[in-house]
C-alpha cells in the first residue's frame, strides 16, 4: 500500500515548483500526493515568510492539523508533520518550540535530502525525541541530487531555472531564506524542459527570485534569460514561455529581444517596482528610478507592443509620506497594469527596514492600500474589457466550476472561462472574448486543435 502523502504550498510559484519536487523525492521511498491531509502519512507545510500572515497561518494550520495526526496515533499509525520552505529555513527552532506536534522541520535547499530525513525523523520519533531540524545551506546543489519529475504538473508547469538573490533589498527575507544568487546549467534546464513536455506539459513558467539574473552558458557562450527563451522554443510541443520575477536593474537587451522575436514568449511581464517615489525606492535599495523604469517599460513595448504589465508594490514603507505614495499613484498612473500585487508593508525580523524608527501607521498604511487597489482594480477591469471582441489563443487548465465550464489562461496572463468537453483540458484553443470582469474573461471557442471534437460535442 503507497503511503499518503499531503502537501500544503504557500506563497510564491517557486514553493510550487518545490512542492512538486518534494513530490518527486519522496516517491521513490512510498509516498504517493493525495488530497486531504485526514489519514495522511505524512504532511507537508511548505511556507512562506515574505510576510507577517503567511508565517502566521503556519501556525494556525499546525493546530488544525494535531486532530489529524491524533487520530492516526490512535488507530496505531503514524502521522509525521513536517513544516518545509522559508518559515521553516527563518524559524526552524522557534517552530520546534511552539509547536511539539512538528516532526521534522527543513529548509528549501536541503528538501534532495527527506528521504534520509524521515527515516531520522521515524527512528527518533520512536524513541521520543525531538523533531529533525536541516536548515542548512548545503554546498551541494539539490538540483544535482533530485530524482526526475516522477508525474507531470499538468498542462502549465513551473522549472526553476535561478534561486536565491544578491539585491538586498531592505524590506526583503528572501537573500536569507533563499540565500546567494545561484543560475542551474542550460544543459539541466532543456533536458527538464523536455521531460516536462513529454510528460504533456505545453506551457513552462521559469522560475526564480530574481529570474533575470539568470546566466549560463551554452555553445561556450555567456547567455541570459532572453537567450535561454529562444534555446527553449526550439523544443516541439513547448507551446508557451514565461518566466517570473524580475528585477528592474537586471534588464538586458536579450531579453527585449526575446519579447520582440520569439513568438512562443507570451506577451505578460511581472515587474516589480515596489514604489513611485526615489526617495523610497533608494531606501528600499531597490538600485533604480522611478524614471529608469518607466524607461524599461517604454522600450518593452517598442519591442512588443500589446504587452500585459504586471508588478507588485509595497504602501507604508518607513518613511513613505503621502507625497511619496503620491508618486507611486503617478507611475501607476503612467504604466497602466493589466494586473498587480500590492502589499502593506511587513517589518520582517532581520531585514533592514524592520529597525527603521520612521515606521508607517498601520490606519494609514490600509488607506494607501485601499487607494493603490481601487486604482489598480480600475486599471485590470480597463485592460480585460479592452479585449473583449478580440480573438486570443487560450490553454485550458482544468475543469471550471461550473458544469461544462474550462478554465484556461490567456496569452496576457488573463483567467479565462469558457464552455468546453472536459477532455480538451490540456490543449489550446482559438477564442474570442465576449466578456470581461475585473479578474477573469469569459469567451467561446472558435478553432482549436480538436475543432472536430468540439463540433462532436456539441
Ligand atoms: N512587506 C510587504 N511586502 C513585501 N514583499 C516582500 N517583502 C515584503 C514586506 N516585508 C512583497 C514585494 C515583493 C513581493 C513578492 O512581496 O512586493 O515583490
Ligand atoms: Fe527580495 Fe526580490 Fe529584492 Fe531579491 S530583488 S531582495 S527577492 S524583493
Redesign the pocket.
Known amino acids: 500500500m503507497p503511503k499518503k502523502l499531503f502537501i500544503k504550498t504557500y506563497g510564491c510559484q517557486m514553493n510550487v515548483y518545490d512542492s512538486a519536487r518534494m513530490t518527486d523525492t519522496l516517491a521513490p521511498i512510498g509516498y504517493e500526493p493525495t488530497d486531504s491531509p485526514d489519514g495522511a502519512d505524512m504532511v507537508i507545510l511548505n511556507t512562506c515568510h515574505i510576510r507577517e500572515k503567511a508565517a502566521e497561518k503556519v501556525y494556525s494550520d499546525i493546530g488544525r492539523l494535531k486532530p489529524f495526526k491524533e487520530k492516526k496515533t490512535a488507530e496505531g499509525e503514524q502521522m509525521i508533520l513536517a513544516v518545509a520552505g522559508c518559515v521553516a529555513q527563518a524559524e526552524g527552532a522557534e517552530i520546534m518550540r511552539r509547536a511539539p506536534a512538528v516532526d521534522m522541520v527543513f529548509g528549501p535547499q536541503t528538501y534532495h535530502r527527506l528521504p534520509e530525513l524521515v527515516a531520522k525523523a521515524t527512528r527518533e520519533k520512536a524513541i521520543g525525541k525531538s523533531a529533525v531540524l536541516d536548515t542548512d545551506f548545503p554546498l551541494e546543489s539539490k538540483f544535482d541530487l533530485l530524482p526526475e519529475e516522477s508525474r507531470s504538473q499538468g498542462p502549465a508547469a513551473f522549472l526553476t531555472i535561478q534561486e536565491g ?5 531592505t ?5 536569507y531564506t ?1 540565500g546567494a544568487e545561484f543560475s542551474r546549467s542550460v544543459e539541466e534546464i532543456e533536458n527538464e524542459a523536455r521531460r516536462m513536455v513529454a510528460l504533456g506539459t505545453k506551457e513552462i513558467t521559469l522560475l526564480g ?2 529570474v533575470n539574473a539568470f546566466h549560463g552558458e551554452k555553445s561556450g557562450r555567456e547567455i541570459g534569460l532572453g537567450d535561454l527563451i529562444r534555446y527553449l522554443s526550439e523544443i516541439d510541443g513547448l507551446e508557451r514561455i514565461r518566466f517570473t ?1 524580475s ?1 528592474p536593474s537586471d534588464m538586458a537587451d536579450d531579453l527585449y529581444e526575446a519579447f520582440a522575436n520569439e513568438p512562443k514568449l507570451m506577451p505578460y511581464f511581472h515587474l ?1 517596482v ?1 514604489a513611485g517615489s526615489d526617495k523610497i525606492l533608494a531606501a ?3 538600485t533604480h528610478t522611478a524614471d529608469e523604469y518607466r524607461r524599461i517599460v517604454d522600450r518593452l513595448r517598442a519591442a512588443c507592443e500589446d504587452l500585459a504589465m504586471s508588478g ?1 508594490f509595497i504602501v507604508g514603507f518607513p518613511g513613505e509620506t503621502d507625497q511619496d505614495f503620491a508618486e507611486t499613484l503617478r507611475l501607476v498612473t503612467d504604466i497602466n497594469y493589466a494586473a498587480a500585487y500590492s502589499f502593506k508593508y511587513s517589518p520582517r525580523p532581520g531585514t533592514p527596514a524592520a529597525s527603521s524608527e520612521l515606521q508607517v501607521d498601520e490606519a494609514v498604511k490600509s488607506e494607501r492600500l485601499a487607494m493603490l487597489q481601487t486604482l489598480l482594480n480600475e486599471q485590470q477591469l480597463a485592460f480585460n474589457l479592452s479585449k473583449v471582441g478580440t480573438r486570443m489563443s487560450v490553454l485550458l487548465e482544468r475543469e471550471g466550476k461550473r458544469p461544462g465550464q474550462l478554465v484556461g489562461r490567456s496569452p496576457f496572463m488573463q483567467s479565462v472561462h469558457l464552455e468546453a468537453p472536459s477532455r480538451l483540458v490540456g490543449s489550446i484553443a482559438e477564442v474570442e472574448v465576449i466578456d470581461a470582469k475585473a479578474n477573469s474573461i469569459e469567451a467561446k471557442v472558435i478553432t482549436g486543435e480538436w475543432e472536430t471534437s468540439v463540433v462532436d460535442a456539441a
Open positions: 538573490c544578491d539585491k538586498f533589498c524590506f526583503c527575507v528572501v537573500p533563499r527570485q530574481n520575477t528585477h516589480p515596489q528600499m535599495n531597490r507588485d
